[in-house]
């Protein structure tokens, strides 16, 4: 990893951990415990692999600094994109029922679900008092403009999780509607990285909306990607057990594919719960039926697109040469 | 009710009714209907019973009235704060098992548990959204003042939350704690509405630090009035069955009183569940024992105090007649 990228995760960190503070009082010790625990630096298994990649805060950062400006101030930002993302996760798991997360066990599976509900709105909560941190480096106006980003945003990911959460009861879900999901779910949040960053960049409205977009087809190339992963990836490479997707029956882009075509692999689905000794026969079968062609086609106009519109940002520097690599990177699943 | 308070009430639930409609997409109509359905518009018992009293909203645009100004464009805070609000109780309802609020089902009750954790997230989004619709009418650092007063009193709430939820599972829990869960539980968001109230009307540094301590009194009072009624109130008066809380097993102002003066009460207390038929006997014992007299000093200190903080802020016109009105109002449950 190189020395930019190495600064700025280390000053992600210490943001995070500055704006984690707020809780540390001697009467919520045990309730900043599960904070720190979740955000990976306390606890069992507390580290590098259990932060996660601060990819969201990264990518704020790189944007930026790509615009030619400073990225140290732009620090509150990133980390209350980072606080939002985790927020986020910290519901998920209790709405998937999930125990474990990055290789530990989940906040609501040791402290139970009551719990793990305050720690997502703490986190929430903090997210919200980081962006405004930017006052003072920044002008009040660009300060306001950037919280109602990062606020929109919000509003963007509790539809799309609306929506992944309604399709699970659905056997109606229209690819389109798919779409509108991941744009919620997972590109609206990259987006918004990318706009914020922009933004206090002082990038002009054209180069804005050109960052806006190369979070947003980013975010939906690299969900195509996962959506493949998640069926015909292996162990090693997503870290998690391959083909989970067809065993949790998860209506993902391949799947949703597959059930449009009427075919064999429909029949199969239709009639109930799919047992993991039949997942590579029936991954065999929704690739027969052109499934995993149509979402690499996808994955690959997409990423097309999200590299088209940062030519068209026109990054600028090292920030813009390491853009480039964090994006292609991300569509391989490498970093 | 007198005519300006109903003007309040009606553009409140108007100011609601725009914010909430951000979300009022085909894709999302269901999604609508969880929240309108909270916030009391829809749905079976719709109406003003379901709507809740509004205390809050109504109590942030009377301090900014009763500081000389106008009321109507500080609509956008008010129903802020009551979002807000209205997104802990979604969340609470989950964390405490509850299965009716203002004599409806719940939200998890009806949906589950998953969509009503996201029903909360969305109510948060939307406060987060709606403070910063102030910008316009006043100048960006006040819109910024404004929202870090409601964000930061959110992270009071979670904390508050933390700690209520802690003492359910301890058995040393101090007076001195109590008074901490009430003023994050309860009063932090009372003296959010009259400092931000204070904030745009226009008030000096002097007068908002009364307008505040006015509302952080007249929540400590009000709790400890509640937990009062808690065990010797009357259904009629509570809206729920008298006495629960001795049921419930609460950590109220009076049982942790009770606690501590080691007597029959305690012994009883830690014996295991209090049954229903066993509540009256119990509920004349720690009166007996000087809980009731003990928690009834409090809430009248409490009440002065708040009384005197709204005569240092000097409000101003029918306005602060209106406020003087609502406190006393609030603290006799009348309203």
Request: aromatic share 6%.
């Amino acid at each position: 990893m190189n020395d930019l990228i190495q600064d700025m995760r280390t000053a992600i960190e210490k943001e995070l951990q500055k704006q984690a503070a707020r809780l540390d009082s001697p009467h919520s010790a045990p309730f900043h415990e599960m904070l720190t625990y979740h955000l990976g630096w306390t606890g069992t298994g507390a580290g590098p692999q259990a932060t996660g990649k601060r990819i969201r805060p990264t990518l704020t950062l790189l944007c930026a600094a790509a615009c030619g400006a400073d990225w140290e101030p732009v620090l509150p930002a990133a980390a209350a994109i980072e606080l939002v993302h985790n927020f986020s996760l910290v519901h998920d798991d209790i709405q998937d029922n999930s125990d474990m997360r990055r290789g530990r066990l989940t906040v609501w599976k040791i402290w139970g679900q009551p719990m793990a509900i305050n720690v997502g709105d703490t986190l929430f909560s903090m997210a919200n008092q980081a962006i405004l941190d930017l006052a003072g480096a920044f002008p009040a106006d660009h300060v306001i403009d950037a919280a109602r980003t990062l606020h929109d945003t919000c509003l963007e990911l509790t539809r799309g999780q609306f929506m992944d959460m309604s399709f699970e009861e659905r056997t109606d879900v229209r690819l389109e509607e798919y779409w509108l999901m991941i744009t919620g779910k997972t590109a609206a949040l990259l987006s918004c990285c990318c706009s914020i960053g922009a933004l206090l960049g002082g990038a002009d409205e054209a180069a804005r909306d050109a960052y806006r977009a190369f979070g947003h087809y980013l975010g939906l190339a690299f969900q195509a990607q996962d959506d493949i992963l998640g069926i015909w990836g292996d162990e090693a490479q997503t870290g998690k057990s391959a083909a989970s997707d067809l065993v949790e029956g998860k209506k993902s882009l391949p799947i949703l594919y597959g059930l449009k075509q009427d075919g064999a692999f429909k029949k199969r689905w239709q009639a109930g719960p799919v047992k993991a000794e039949e997942v590579p026969g029936l991954a065999a079968q929704l690739a027969r039926e052109g499934a995993h062609e149509y979402t690499q086609k996808a994955a690959d106009q997409l990423t097309e697109q999200a590299q088209q519109s940062l030519r068209l940002a026109a990054p600028q520097g090292a920030a813009g040469d390491y853009l480039e690599k964090l994006a292609s990177k991300l569509l391989r699943r490498e970093t």
